[in-house]
């Protein structure tokens, strides 16, 4: 089993829909996520960080099930200015950080 | 501007040249990383310095030859590169501890002709 895997898409959603995506990770050690979003050909950013059972920003949710290993992103109200590569990146104790290969969202008007 | 600077930004380098990549963080972190990036693949990890200490190689040809002289500074150093070699190259930094992820700078992009 891959120690973060991910969807890769890619999702097409139409503006204004709400979209989900999930991660499992293998380490029931892991400490803490986060999310990235990572834009054609520029760096990852830091989307959000996943500390507990989850938090909330805006029109993004992100939720850890700690359980069942996994870790979920929920964007609501798509923008055309979402359509990127969402990276999963779990923290297991140990650097480095190991990253998801990415979910690609394209939002569509 | 994230805390994490890289030059140049773009590079072409020919197969015979020596060039180097330069990887500045202003953060106060004390661990760095070097990316590799092909076109619409995943990030690969190349090296990992811990206090200015290699941690980790993973498995990179030795045409490539990090170098960190300090927690600050991250060089990557290029020689008789391949054209498979042509990539985004991202430097990221953290706590050694990264509970607070990684900072990624913008990358070089580099094209070997």
């Known amino acids: 089993r891959k120690e973060v895997e991910q969807d890769p898409g890619p999702f097409n959603v139409p503006e204004g829909a709400t979209v989900a995506f999930n991660c499992t990770y293998s380490n029931s050690a892991s400490q803490s996520f986060f999310w990235y979003r990572q834009d054609c050909r520029k760096e990852p950013k830091l989307l959000m960080s996943?500390?507990?059972s989850g938090n909330e920003d805006g029109r993004f949710t992100a939720q850890l099930n700690r359980a069942s290993q996994y870790i979920s992103l929920l964007i609501r109200d798509s923008k055309l200015s979402d359509s990127a590569t969402y990276l999963c990146?779990?923290?297991?104790?140990?650097?480095?950080?190991?990253f998801g290969k990415g979910t690609r969202l394209s939002v569509i008007a | 501007e994230t805390g994490v600077t890289q030059t140049p930004r773009h590079l072409v380098m020919g197969m015979t040249n020596k060039k180097s990549l330069k990887c500045e963080q202003h953060l106060g972190h004390n661990a760095m990383y070097w990316y590799k990036q092909s076109a619409k693949k995943p990030l690969e990890l190349m090296f990992v310095?811990?206090?200015?200490?290699?941690?980790e190689n993973n498995s990179v040809p030795s045409r490539f030859s990090p170098e960190c002289p300090n927690s600050s500074h991250l060089f990557l150093h290029l020689h008789t590169l391949q054209p498979e070699d042509s990539a985004l190259y991202l430097c990221?930094?953290?706590?050694?501890?990264?509970?607070?992820?990684?900072?990624f700078g913008s990358g070089t992009r580099l094209t070997v002709v």
């Open positions: 990221a930094s953290s706590q050694v501890t990264p509970e607070r992820g990684y900072t």
């Open positions: 996943v500390y507990s």
């Open positions: 310095y811990n206090f200015k200490e290699q941690t």
């Open positions: 990146v779990v923290n297991t104790g140990n650097t480095p950080l190991v």
